[in-house]
């Protein structure tokens, strides 16, 4: 279809055709891509290689570019049905070193590592108490860091 030689009714429903054809995505899939994600990198077709990067709440083009760095192949989203519980896929046992922005205070200038885990511990649950049954909080060696251990 030429756009210039077209009259404004066929236009219409050119415009129609193309936005029913778009709609391919599955009743079940939620309608905006503003929402809470679980991220998981595409492995191979075992599934073998698969890993679990995190659930993430936002826009998925935001979080897709900010995560492409941590994928070979593509990243894979799913939506979470229950934001309040973002714990799936994480095993009794798996730690991280976390460390907060200078700007939170709990660098070692006046802090020592006992005061920091308590004080970030604390900011952790501060909104969501729930959160305290998945994981721990201890000192770490790492400079200015603490330990999170799921549980």
């Not at 570019?65 to 939506?79: D, N």
């Amino acid at each position: 279809m030429n756009i210039k030689d077209a009259t404004t009714e066929q236009l219409k429903l050119e415009i129609q055709k193309r936005e029913n054809d778009a709609k391919v995505l599955s009743k079940e899939w939620p309608d905006s891509p503003i929402g809470v994600w679980k991220v998981t990198t595409e492995g191979d077709c075992e599934g073998r290689s698969t890993k679990t990067i995190g659930v993430f709440e936002g826009h998925v083009v935001d979080i897709a570019l900010q995560l492409s760095k941590q994928t070979c192949y593509s990243l894979m989203f799913s939506p979470v049905a229950n934001p309040e519980v973002m714990c799936d896929g994480i095993s009794s046992g798996d730690n991280v070193s976390l460390v907060l922005d200078i700007k939170s205070g709990t660098w070692p200038t006046g802090m020592d590592s006992k005061t920091r885990a308590i004080a970030i511990n604390s900011w952790l649950n501060k909104d969501h108490p729930e959160y305290c049954e998945y994981f721990d909080v201890t000192e770490n060696n790492y400079y200015a860091s603490v330990r999170i251990t799921a549980k």
